[in-house]
């Protein structure tokens, strides 16, 4: 079975080969910020455990140069020749590596919450569904070209359904592994999240979009009770929230709803503190005051908070401002590619990032319950920083055979 896109002729290829500079520019600006901010943000873990004052720093300083590579080579070849060879396998490989993590020894593991979610190598820890999204993606894009994009539009629900049912018994079976397996809802919401948009543009009905809509909602409420840790996670966001909530709804509501004696979540209350004490212009860089022991990971699932600490609510919109960038000209290139497969991957990469910060900002601001996403490009973390170098890289790569856009006259 052919993977790659060879056999798919476009029907003008561009005579343009210079990938996306200014994409490339823009992911690099963000890398560098998030080398510096893990040096500032990290100033009482270091103490805490005793770890050289520059420990995380040379990390990230090690990883962000690399990936910085990586997308500048990934973005010389052509993307017939390395699309297809690295979506696929990362999707293979990284999908064994994680069904068969319940089962290696201790010593290669790292364990969190209680579930196996990093392999243990030299020096290093790595995450495998960080890569395998990508992979998961590229796989989607392929296949849905292969056997979805091609039918009609105007199909009965059932024979719909069954058109789709391959996709949804891989995904049941990637939700066992990383719901399940690695209690990791948040990494299954987003890539549920990246199915369903697909979908919508591989040509299929309204009404399967209903039927997926509502069986997610089921299922998503399904995942929540049949874990403790998410239901007290549940309790904890309420018991922040509730009070505003039922204020405006109808008193005999607040009857049936309100929950007494529910302590607040301790992270998301620090991560507001951190939020208010930044202010517009921030505190300074390595002058915020939430790090210093009150908000643990402040360098990883809360960096946005420790950033608008130091940088205020200025520099956060600066950041913003890139990130949001960074999504708009990948859908630039989505749009303008010829190949259905490179036009499906590009979209979903810039769906990727922007729901992860989505996911990670609502949950550090207290709107939804934290669901432990990391802030693509700036918190602290190998495997995230190089997947995502790494999807970027694959888009910069199809950047180099889109079209022009022509002036009209």
Not at 6 to 12: C, G
């Given at each position: 079975?052919?993977?790659?896109?060879?056999?798919?002729?476009?029907?003008?290829q561009s005579t343009n080969i210079q990938p996306d500079y200014i994409l490339f520019l823009l992911v690099s600006i963000l890398i560098i910020l998030s080398i510096i901010f893990s040096y500032s943000l990290t100033i009482y873990t270091v103490e805490y455990f005793g770890y050289n004052q520059f420990h995380?720093?040379?990390?990230?300083?090690?990883?962000?140069?690399?990936?910085?590579?990586?997308?500048?080579?990934?973005?010389?070849?052509?993307?017939?020749?390395?699309?297809?060879?690295?979506?696929?396998?990362?999707?293979?490989?990284?999908?064994?590596?994680?069904?068969?993590?319940?089962?290696?020894?201790?010593?290669?593991?790292?364990?969190?919450?209680?579930?196996?979610?990093?392999?243990?190598?030299?020096?290093?820890?790595?995450?495998?569904?960080?890569?395998?999204?990508?992979?998961?993606?590229?796989?989607?894009?392929?296949?849905?070209?292969?056997?979805?994009?091609?039918?009609?539009?105007?199909?009965?629900?059932?024979?719909?359904?069954?058109?789709?049912?391959?996709?949804?018994?891989?995904?049941?079976?990637?939700?066992?592994?990383?719901?399940?397996?690695?209690?990791?809802?948040?990494?299954?919401?987003?890539?549920?999240?990246?199915?369903?948009?697909?979908?919508?543009?591989?040509?299929?009905?309204?009404?399967?979009?209903?039927?997926?809509?509502?069986?997610?909602?089921?299922?998503?409420?399904?995942?929540?009770?049949?874990?403790?840790?998410?239901?007290?996670?549940?309790?904890?966001?309420?018991?922040?929230?509730?009070?505003?909530?039922?204020?405006?709804?109808?008193?005999?509501?607040?009857?049936?709803?309100?929950?007494?004696?529910?302590?607040?979540?301790?992270?998301?209350?620090?991560?507001?503190?951190?939020?208010?004490?930044?202010?517009?212009?921030?505190?300074?860089?390595?002058?915020?005051?939430?790090?210093?022991?009150?908000?643990?990971?402040?360098?990883?699932?809360?960096?946005?908070?420790?950033?608008?600490?130091?940088?205020?609510?200025?520099?956060?919109?600066?950041?913003?401002?890139?990130?949001?960038?960074?999504?708009?000209?990948?859908?630039?290139?989505?749009?303008?590619?010829?190949?259905?497969?490179?036009?499906?991957?590009?979209?979903?990469?810039?769906?990727?990032?922007?729901?992860?910060?989505?996911?990670?900002?609502?949950?550090?601001?207290?709107?939804?319950?934290?669901?432990?996403?990391?802030?693509?490009?700036?918190?602290?973390?190998?495997?995230?920083?190089?997947?995502?170098?790494?999807?970027?890289?694959?888009?910069?790569?199809?950047?180099?055979?889109?079209?022009?856009?022509?002036?009209?006259?």
């Open positions: 079975m052919n993977f790659s896109t060879n056999k798919i002729k476009p029907k003008k995380f720093f040379l990390r990230q300083l090690l990883v962000g140069t690399l990936s910085i590579f990586v997308m500048w080579t990934l973005s010389l070849i052509h993307p017939d020749k390395i699309v297809g060879i690295v979506g696929m396998s990362l999707f293979i490989i990284f999908f064994l590596l994680m069904a068969v993590m319940p089962f290696l020894p201790s010593s290669l593991v790292t364990e969190s919450g209680g579930a196996n979610r990093w392999i243990r190598l030299p020096g290093v820890s790595l995450s495998p569904v960080e890569f395998f999204k990508v992979g998961f993606i590229y796989f989607l894009s392929w296949s849905f070209h292969r056997r979805v994009m091609v039918m009609p539009k105007k199909m009965t629900l059932k024979d719909e359904l069954f058109l789709l049912a391959p996709y949804f018994g891989a995904f049941l079976l990637v939700v066992f592994i990383v719901a399940f397996l690695q209690k990791d809802l948040g990494q299954v919401v987003l890539l549920g999240l990246i199915l369903i948009v697909l979908l919508v543009f591989a040509n299929r009905s309204f009404k399967v979009f209903l039927s997926l809509g509502a069986s997610a909602l089921v299922a998503f409420i399904l995942l929540i009770v049949s874990a403790p840790h998410r239901i007290n996670r549940i309790y904890s966001w309420w018991a922040m929230n509730q009070d505003g909530i039922l204020a405006i709804m109808p008193h005999w509501v607040d009857n049936y709803l309100r929950i007494d004696e529910l302590p607040e979540p301790y992270q998301v209350s620090h991560s507001l503190n951190a939020i208010h004490n930044g202010g517009f212009f921030g505190q300074g860089i390595s002058l915020g005051d939430i790090k210093l022991g009150f908000l643990s990971e402040v360098h990883t699932d809360f960096v946005l908070a420790g950033i608008m600490e130091e940088i205020g609510l200025i520099g956060l919109l600066f950041i913003i401002i890139i990130l949001f960038s960074i999504v708009w000209r990948i859908f630039i290139i989505s749009r303008r590619v010829d190949n259905p497969i490179y036009h499906l991957f590009s979209l979903a990469i810039a769906l990727m990032i922007v729901i992860a910060f989505l996911i990670n900002s609502y949950g550090i601001s207290g709107i939804i319950p934290i669901k432990g996403i990391a802030v693509p490009f700036l918190s602290y973390g190998g495997s995230s920083m190089l997947s995502m170098a790494i999807s970027i890289g694959l888009v910069l790569s199809i950047s180099r055979t889109v079209k022009k856009e022509r002036k009209s006259k």
